[in-house]
């Protein structure tokens, strides 16, 4: 995604609208992507003028809920999906859409469940979602992915680096020329870069984000949600994410135009 797809989007993007730079907004891991993206193909640095980040993911050492529960288990995980010809996963299709706007409808009794397996994965806070969009959210999230882009994930919590799919020692040998995968280098994010994170998000964790300034060679803001209770997923379904967030990021992005 980093290496082939963002950047295909990127001059997609340009070449219609005739530009030399655009604007970059990533949450999550379309933050991820853009450190991958810079970090192997750096000369993309001077086709974006500023970037923001929300909820911005590299290293993912102190994640907390089922990725860290799950991480020591992805050579397993991969290894019996391989074996059972599936290379995708978190897909449900249009017949579990039919199912979750029936059982995750606000006036079901079963949309408690659906509500809180949300808030399993990104971290608890149900007083922000409002309650009638479970159906729609849950007919779009997730959406599916690879494995690989899962496992790759997971690979990353284990080891706590930031570095590029580990294929096993003999694999790396002949895809990198070393028994272990190297890591991205976040010295080529050389964009201005503004940091938008929460002390309680369980997926860009404060530690892991602190790390990834650290590292990043040109961040010129780093902000803390106001709200000790602002979860991962809260970035862009919260109902008060506009106040706490989306007005910060608007004022961040009109200081490079």
Known sequence: MGVYDLPAVIDHVLEETGLEQLTYLGFSMGTTVFWVMLSERPEYADKVRVMAA?????????????????????????????????????????????????????????????????????????????????????A???????????????????????????????????????????????SHVTVPVGLFWSSADWLAAPQDVARLQSLLPNVVLSLEVQDDDFSHLDFVWASDAKELVYTHVLAFLRGYH
């Open 54 to 138: 929300l909820g911005p993911v590299a290293f993912t050492q102190h994640v907390q809920g089922p990725l860290k529960v799950m991480a020591p288990f992805v050579n397993m995980i991969e290894t019996s999906l391989n074996m059972l010809g599936r290379y995708e996963m978190l897909s449900f299709g249009r017949i579990m859409d039919q199912v979750t706007s029936v059982f995750c409808n606000e006036k079901a009794f079963t949309a408690a469940i659906c509500h809180n397996l949300l808030f399993l994965i990104a971290g608890p806070n149900p007083d922000r979602l409002n309650k009638k969009y479970l159906p729609v959210l849950l």
């Open 140 to 186: 779009h999230t997730p959406a599916g992915t690879s494995v690989r882009t899962v496992t790759h994930y997971l690979q990353l919590v284990r080891s706590g680096a930031f570095g590029q799919y580990d294929f096993g020692r003999m694999s790396n040998l002949a895809h990198y020329g070393s028994f272990t995968p190297p890591h991205y280098d976040l």
